[in-house]
């Protein structure tokens, strides 16, 4: 039993720092959960702190994850048009996977802007503020996804 966890385990590892850059997989919970099977094992114990703190974590990343374009949309100076512009570019950009999931936002967030009325280069400036949001979430979940990856990794050093 312990060799399917520690497999399973390490294909969640794999898919949630995957789904740090793909919309679809929620990378930080993905990986908690990887933790988690990491941690079902007879080999392998985390503290009861470490998976609190990983599952608080993967939590607050997770709804950071849906807020922070937003902001970085509207701190640019866009309008709602552009957040379900960027929103809706995000959605399209999932078929052109890599290119797409990156210049989706910026795309959909500019032809809002132009929908709603603006100048392009106010446009501009707004998908600029949804790239930059993208990316700050990207690196967050990055971030806690590695973290994570890590602690199974110094576990299964030691």
């Known amino acids: 039993m312990d060799i399917l966890l520690i497999v399973i385990g390490s294909a969640l590892v794999i ?12 990378g930080p919970p993905v990986s908690f959960v990887a933790l988690l099977f990491f941690h079902f094992t007879t080999k ?3 503290s009861e702190k470490i998976l609190v703190i990983a599952a608080i974590m993967a939590v607050i990343v997770t709804v950071l994850d849906y807020i922070i374009p ?11 048009k552009g957040v379900w512009g960027s929103t809706i570019g995000l959605i399209i950009g999932l078929f052109f996977v ?12 500019v032809a809002g802007e132009m929908v709603d009325g603006q100048e392009f280069k106010k446009a501009l400036k ?19 996804s590695v973290w994570i990856a890590v602690i199974i990794l110094k576990q299964i050093i030691n």
């Not at 720092?17 to 997989?25: A, D, M, R, S, Y």
């Not at 937003?70 to 709602?80: D, L, M, R, V």
């Not at 210049?103 to 959909?108: A, R």
């Not at 707004?126 to 806690?144: D, E, H, N, R, T």
């Open 44 to 46: 392998y114990q985390f």
């Open 15 to 26: 898919i949630g720092i995957l789904g740090c850059f793909l919309p679809i997989i929620p």
């Open 70 to 80: 937003i902001w970085g949309t509207k701190y640019f100076g866009g309008s709602k």
């Open 98 to 109: 890599p290119w797409g999931i990156i210049v989706g936002p910026f795309l959909g967030a």
């Open 126 to 144: 707004s998908g600029f503020g949804a790239f930059l949001g993208f990316a700050a979430g990207v690196i967050i979940k990055m971030g806690v």
